[in-house]
């Protein structure tokens, strides 16, 4: 079974860091392309980071570019997102997603999430 | 920058059929994806690339697009149906529409 499993989340102050893990289980984990997915309270889905299945390209959101980075180790089958300089902004649940890989733009499987709350 | 328009909310009465859309000017030369959110839960893919269903997936949810307007058609709604709907595409970068909350009266 296809499986993603956040943590790392937690209650951070503004300005703070935080480092969010994605252990992937069930597929082969260095051949997807993985992207860290979030929902603010009371908000839609919001597209955080992407990184291709080697690791070697990365793309983030306006919103976090320069403040979060996104890497995988795929030994280890897990993915990351560092998140620096955080702001009250950035509370919100966290997903990971594996991206399809027939397809390369659309996520087929997601993890339950991780929740984030940044305080002032 | 690329916006995707969904309605805030759709009511669907039950065992009836709720046409949830998704506008951008020139979405018909996009591949549209749509997930299903449920309070607490997972997103879930229930339509790729406009018009495929992922396994699993009732054939009660069929998609489509052209023009300026996706849609994810659900026939003989269920209780079981009642929750948040994304469409998605790629644009160089992810993009996720507003979302729309379907209620079944």
């Known amino acids: 079974e296809v499986q993603l499993l956040e943590s790392g989340g937690g209650l951070v102050q503004r300005g703070g860091s935080l480092r969010l893990s994605c252990e992937a289980s069930?597929?082969?984990?260095?051949?997807?392309?993985m992207s860290w997915v979030r929902q603010a309270p009371g908000k839609g889905l919001e597209w955080v980071s992407l990184?291709?299945?080697?690791?070697?390209?990365?793309s983030s959101a306006d919103s976090v570019k320069g403040r979060f980075t996104i890497s995988r180790d795929n030994s280890k089958n897990t993915l990351y997102l560092q998140m620096d300089s955080l702001r009250v902004e950035d509370t919100a649940v966290y997903y990971c997603?594996?991206?399809?890989?027939?397809?390369?733009?659309?996520?087929?499987?997601w993890g339950q999430g991780t929740l984030v709350t940044v305080s002032s | 920058s690329y916006e995707l328009t969904q309605p805030l909310s759709v009511s669907v009465a039950l065992g009836q059929t709720a046409r949830l859309t998704c506008g951008e000017n020139?979405?018909?030369?996009?591949?549209v994806h749509w997930y299903q959110h449920k309070p607490g839960q997972a997103p879930v893919l229930v339509m790729y690339?406009?018009?495929n269903r992922p396994s699993g997936i009732p054939e009660r949810f069929s998609g489509s697009n052209s023009g300026n307007t996706a849609t994810l058609t659900i026939s003989r709604a269920e209780a079981g149906d009642e929750a948040d709907y994304y469409c998605?595409?790629?644009?160089?970068?992810?993009?996720f529409g507003g979302g729309t909350r379907l209620t079944v009266l």
């Open positions: 997603a594996k991206m399809d890989q027939s397809t390369s733009d659309n996520f087929d499987v």
């Open positions: 069930g597929f082969t984990f260095s051949k997807n392309a």
């Open positions: 990184i291709s299945g080697r690791g070697g390209s990365t």
């Open positions: 020139t979405i018909g030369s996009k591949n």
């Open positions: 690339r406009n018009t």
């Open positions: 998605q595409v790629w644009n160089s970068v992810v993009v």
